[in-house]
């Protein structure tokens, strides 16, 4: 199947500085793409859904101006959690979806695990 | 009202046996699919099996199987003959196109594989 990576794995920040993490699409173009948030325990929430060259469409209740979403490629897209704070820390986690259709056309990435401390 | 709804936050079962996961939806779509995923302490997200609303038998992918009981909106996981490797969070999620296809998740089910 299809293979989504991110980038970093993990990282450990400290309080007030931004993070960046990179989602790639390996072998296919993604038109669009998900980020997800999850806490430990919890079920993934939607944060955004990003389509290539346009801005991103946040959830309700995601702040837009502290977790920036670029979508600059049809094969990367990153979320930069700015000013992180010790509640940012989470399991990010991004899924891709190809334009062929099916049923098999959203990815999931492995996830990157950030603390902030 | 929650998208998705699974009851069970923990379940146990024996090494060998079978064990069902429940999943219960709420879509007024005629179209959605349901998945179900496997997310073990890694955290990464595995795909299991897919059943579409319009689906007139229920999804087999070999040891799991989905038990698709459109009317009562259910789309409960059946693990046969199962393994250590099992054990993990399992979710099931729903899409809808009327809403961008994006995921909706359930709360998800831990489910522990003893020897």
């Known amino acids: 199947g299809a293979v989504v990576s991110q980038h970093p794995s993990w990282v450990i920040c400290k309080s007030g500085t931004s993070v960046k993490i990179e989602c790639r699409s390996l072998?296919?173009?993604?038109?669009?793409m998900f980020w997800y948030r999850q806490f430990p325990k919890q079920s993934l929430m939607l944060m955004a859904t990003?389509?290539?060259?346009?801005?991103?469409?946040?959830e309700q209740g995601v702040e837009k101006d502290k977790f920036l979403i670029n979508h600059a490629s049809l094969t990367l897209s990153t979320l930069t959690v700015t000013s992180a704070h010790p509640e940012d820390s989470s399991f990010y986690i991004c899924?891709?979806?190809?334009?062929?259709?099916?049923?098999?056309?959203?990815?999931f990435g492995p996830g990157t695990r950030l603390t902030v401390t | 009202a929650q998208k998705i709804t699974q009851t069970q936050p923990g379940m146990f079962v024996q090494e060998k046996e079978a064990v069902t996961l429940d999943c219960t939806y709420d879509?007024?779509?005629?179209?959605?699919?349901l998945f179900w995923y496997k997310q073990p302490s890694s955290g990464e997200m595995i795909f299991l099996i897919y059943?579409?609303?319009?689906?007139?038998q229920n999804a087999t992918e070999g040891r799991y199987s989905l038990n698709f009981q459109k009317a009562r909106k259910s789309a409960n996981l059946v693990i046969s003959a199962s393994q250590l490797g099992d054990s993990a969070m399992y979710f099931c999620?729903?899409?809808?196109?009327?809403?961008?296809?994006?995921?909706?998740f359930g709360t998800g089910t831990s489910l522990t594989v003893i020897p």
């Open positions: 879509t007024s779509d005629p179209s959605y699919g």
């Open positions: 990003s389509n290539e060259g346009s801005k991103a469409t946040y």
């Open positions: 072998d296919f173009q993604a038109t669009t």
């Open positions: 999620a729903m899409r809808e196109p009327n809403t961008g296809n994006q995921f909706y």
């Open positions: 059943q579409g609303s319009y689906d007139q």
């Open positions: 899924s891709a979806r190809t334009p062929a259709g099916g049923v098999y056309e959203q990815y």
